[in-house]
């Protein structure tokens, strides 16, 4: 057992009485909550007020602990489940008060939840009775429900705890008057006859938002201020915290402010702030007249989002709503002036939940108690403290309820035994004194019991721990209803009082590490705590298949035996099979014989182990070599096969293809003498390209088909087809041979008036077949048609074959029968050969260049033998034909060139004559084709240049006639 006092956190929350963590827990806007347990304020996300725009209740219990929250229209339970008949109040989700709290004076069981409806309408002022010890404990709505206490109010209310006195003031204002309504709540109940006060401004039709706004009692409970944003009026009234009544009606209304709306004190009474739509926070200080209070306001904030509510907190900051933002804002140090007051935008974060316009209501006497006391524990001094709210006093009077006293403030007292002790503070104050009363329960120091470690197996780290189920043992014989147990993920978060906030749902921080929990026991005390610490353990488990794979032996004549025979397998070989499921080596394996001897860790087998048959089972258990008891046991079957031999076969020829492009060989074709007569029902052949791919038996060539385009090894594998484990390997060449070459024609032409085609092929082939059957190297074809034949090369293991198909067409020769011409066209000229029969012909005019063209063109004068043959040489045709022509005009003045005019190639008809007449007709000159030609002279003379007419007449008497010039 270890004492722990931790003096950082008393420092910071010794005033965080037992009364103020009635508030601790807060639920408003839409899903939005905030938790003050461990003293700065949480988001809360478990929330389920999905919205309420303004006024939301909460209470908590003296620990802190949620007891149920509502928003006016429904209660939910500190689970956040709707209470059995927890529906249909009569609040509304936008009544500045919807719902607000009160426990009954003197119960610990009854809490009234009290309504109010919007901007005046038919409902007003009702109350519902929770009892707290229905529904196993989570509390409910009695039949007390919806009590009317008043038909139409406004949104306006505050609660007030009555000084000197176990009771409580609800305050309202009544609709379409000038009256507050105090209504008294003891441990009698509610009084439904309430204290009537007429003062201040009429609050009414015909403008219903008249019924907006807030209303705070003062610290002290002798003011009471109240804000109505629809006419820009706060309003400051006298209170009398004894009778209820309000009296003496002031006015605040400011041009520098605009529709105010939230109220709120400082805890120690001397300040009061208003949140107004300006986006401004106001300060005034009520220390003077009301032109004094006026004059002292001071200004907060310049945010965009509209202003709602303020409220108080535990911590006593005060914090405000804005609407839709994910933040509080926070004023720090509400007691100091101006700027000292430190107010932070956005200084709490909901969690991207939202607010709107309200927080949530409490009796504000929740967080004015008159003091406050640590060190509850007997046997230790008991510190009593003045709270925030006292300001200026004269004198104290301290009664401890034990026949002891003290005027002195802040004293210290040791209560001499366990009980509950009625303590009360007079204070005396500008003539007037104030009785404050708290009951104080003075326990037996708490003692937290040691817990034994936490042993457990996982597979990944992790495990979910319910801690609540140790309290009994940290509690031991100490009351469960007195004393709290929590439990702290490390000695940083038991210093900082940082509990685990779901202790039955708790999963440890890092895997497969030891990790240290504190728990304590407390009273509610801070100081009154005592701790103990214990470790939680998770040791690996050891995480397997439900089913192993399958231990092979392969039997192949070299297995060690023992004097029965049976094979003496090495069970480290199931280690080796094991040890891939592992990434580390922090297990054990140990073989048993049997599922019951590995459970319970008996006769377990050694490391070498006859097979006494080809199927035998064993149990492997896998436990954590630190843990023992962290373990998993699997069967291991362990079976013997035959090994099948990979005989050496001779290469697999294959004829390549004809194009020299991949072929496919049929490897299959080799299982037979592979196998060399073993079953191919109990063994398969596979093939691979590496002898890697075949050890491993990847890459398999599927079906047994290569397709290559050159010689390969390959290698082939044999295994049992009961276990892949049991094989063995050979290889073979798979040589490419070459087909035989076979040039041949596509087309041959059978002259028809030779009668037979002969064609011979070289002698290089090992066999030939002709389409006609013929096997001979040579083939006589004498006729047309479509002929094929194959030629055979063989080797050792395969016949390559080329075949082609070739095609014989019969041909006639050629036979000109006539000749079609143009002359004298001047180099124009041109013959066309018009053939008698069709065929495969060509054509020529010289014998030397032949064309398939019947037409020659540009053909110079002259005789010419026309050519016609068959191109497979099945004869040919010809015809002899001149062409004449004429130049245009000779130059006949002796240098050599045209000096000469004559028909060209007249010479071919010597029997033809030329006549050349001048442009009048008269006949200048005759010419015969032996001539060389008119010389431009007549009679000797020179004729002169002009264009000269001739008449070209042949020998069968045709004629043509033109024209030249004479040019000089």
């Known amino acids: 057992m270890m004492k722990i006092l931790i003096y950082s956190i008393l420092a910071l929350t010794c005033f965080h009485t037992t009364a103020q963590k009635e508030a601790d827990n807060w639920y408003f806007g839409k899903n939005a909550g905030i938790s003050f347990t461990n003293g700065a304020p949480t988001a809360l996300l478990d929330g389920k007020i999905e919205v309420v725009y303004e006024g939301s209740a909460t209470i908590s219990d003296a620990t802190g602990n949620l007891l149920f929250y509502s928003d006016g229209l429904t209660v939910w339970n500190r689970d956040h489940q709707v209470m059995p008949n927890g529906t249909g109040l009569n609040g509304h989700i936008s009544s500045s008060n919807s719902a607000m709290i009160v426990k009954k004076p003197s119960s610990e069981t009854i809490y009234y939840v009290f309504t109010l409806v919007e901007q005046g309408y038919d409902g007003g002022l009702q109350y519902s009775e929770i009892d707290m010890s229905l529904d196993g404990g989570l509390g409910d709505i009695t039949s007390v429900k919806n009590i009317s206490l008043r038909t139409n109010t406004t949104e306006h209310a505050a609660i007030f705890k009555v000084k000197n006195e176990n009771a409580y003031w609800l305050i309202v204002h009544d609709w379409d008057n000038a009256n507050f309504l105090s209504y008294k709540i003891s441990s009698s109940g509610i009084n439904a006859t309430p204290i009537v006060s007429t003062t201040g401004v009429v609050l009414g039709m015909p403008d219903r938002l008249e019924a907006i706004g807030h209303m705070k009692v003062s610290p002290r409970g002798d003011q009471l201020i109240m804000t109505s944003p629809k006419i820009n009026l706060v309003q400051l009234f006298d209170f009398n915290d004894q009778t209820g009544v309000l009296s003496n009606a002031q006015s605040i209304s400011q041009n520098s402010f605009s529709d105010p709306y939230g109220i709120e004190f400082s805890p120690n009474g001397n300040l009061f702030y208003i949140s107004n739509t300006l986006n401004q926070i106001n300060q005034f200080d009520l220390r003077g007249s009301i032109e004094q209070i006026k004059n002292s306001q001071y200004n907060y904030g310049n945010d965009d989002l509209i202003n709602g509510s303020l409220q108080l907190g535990p911590d006593g900051k005060i914090y405000l709503a804005q609407y839709g933002a994910e933040y509080l804002s926070v004023i720090n140090k509400p007691n100091e002036r101006g700027e000292q007051a430190d107010f932070v935008e956005e200084g709490v974060y909901l969690g991207g939940n939202n607010a709107y316009f309200g927080l949530p209501i409490f009796n504000q006497e929740i967080f004015y108690n008159g003091f406050q006391t640590t060190n509850n524990c007997l046997g230790s001094n008991t510190e009593f403290v003045l709270g925030d709210s006292i300001d200026t006093l004269d004198s104290v009077m301290w009664d401890f309820g034990d026949g002891s006293t003290s005027t002195t403030e802040n004293p210290i007292h040791m209560f001499q035994s366990t009980g509950t002790y009625e303590v009360s503070l007079t204070l005396f104050y500008n003539g007037k004194s104030n009785v404050e009363y708290q009951k104080i329960k003075i326990l037996n120091a708490p003692v937290a019991n040691n817990v034994e470690d936490l042993n457990v197996c996982s597979t990944d780290g992790f495990q979910i721990f319910d801690l609540t189920t140790l309290k009994s043992t940290v509690l031991g014989s100490q009351d469960p209803d007195i004393y709290d147990v929590k439990f702290y993920a490390s000695e940083e978060d038991l210093e900082n009082n940082n509990p685990i906030n779901e202790p039955s749902n708790y999963q440890n921080a890092n895997a497969f590490q030891t990790q240290e929990i504190y728990a304590t026991v407390s009273t509610g005390s801070i100081d009154c705590t005592d701790s103990t610490l214990f470790r939680i353990n998770v040791f690996e488990s050891p995480s397997l298949p439900v089913v192993l794979p399958e231990m092979v032996v392969c039997e192949d004549g070299e297995e060690i035996r023992d004097a029965n025979g049976a094979i003496l397998y090495d069970l480290d070989e199931i280690d080796k099979m094991l040890l891939d499921f592992f990434t580390t080596l922090d297990f054990d394996f140990t073989y048993f014989s049997s599922e019951m001897d590995a459970t319970n860790r008996t006769d377990p087998l050694l490391g070498i182990y006859p097979l006494s048959s080809s199927s035998v089972n064993v149990f492997v258990r896998v436990a954590n070599r630190l843990k023992p008891d962290c373990y998993e046991i699997r069967p291991v079957s362990i079976k013997t096969y035959d090994t099948p031999l990979a005989y050496q076969v001779d290469t697999l020829e294959q004829c390549a293809s004809e194009d020299g492009g991949s072929v496919t060989v049929d490897l299959t074709l080799q299982n037979q003498n592979i196998l060399n007569g073993q079953s191919t029902t109990d063994y398969a052949v596979s093939y691979y390209l590496t002898q890697d791919d075949a050890l491993s038996a990847t890459n398999v060539l599927s079906q047994g088909i290569l397709e290559t385009s050159e010689t390969k090894e390959v290698y082939a594998r044999v295994e049992n087809v009961l276990s892949d484990q049991c094989f063995s390997i050979t290889s073979f060449i798979t040589e490419i041979v070459e087909r ?89 000229n041109s013959i066309e050969v018009i053939m008698g029969n069709t065929g495969s012909f060509e054509y020529s005019i010289d014998n030397v260049n032949f064309q398939t063209s019947r037409v020659f063109q540009n053909v110079e004068a002259g005789t010419y033998e026309v050519i016609a043959r068959d191109v497979s040489g099945c004869g040919i045709s010809t015809q002899l034909i001149q062409i004449l022509d004429y130049p245009q005009f000779f130059t006949p003045n002796g240098d050599g060139y045209h000096d000469f005019w004559h028909i060209k190639n007249s010479i071919s008809d010597l029997d033809s004559l030329v006549f050349i007449y001048d442009r009048y007709g008269k006949l200048i000159k005759q010419l015969t084709p032996q001539e060389e030609g008119w010389n431009g002279t007549s009679n000797g003379v020179p004729m002169p240049s002009s264009d000269y007419w001739f008449e070209y007449k042949k020998s069968d008497n045709t004629s043509i006639r033109g024209h030249f010039s004479l040019k000089r």
């Open 740 to 828: 035989p070459i076979l040039e041949l024609e596509e087309q041959y032409l059978l002259c028809n008036n030779i009668g037979t085609l002969e064609i011979q092929l070289e002698d290089l082939y090992d066999s030939i077949r002709w389409s006609n059957g013929t096997t001979a190297n040579n083939i006589q074809i004498n006729q047309a048609g479509v002929y094929t034949v194959t030629v055979y090369k063989e080797y050792d293991s395969v016949v390559c074959e080329t075949f082609k198909e070739f095609t014989v067409i019969e041909s006639t020769p050629p036979q000109i029968t006539d000749l079609t011409v143009r002359e004298f066209s001047q180099n124009r």
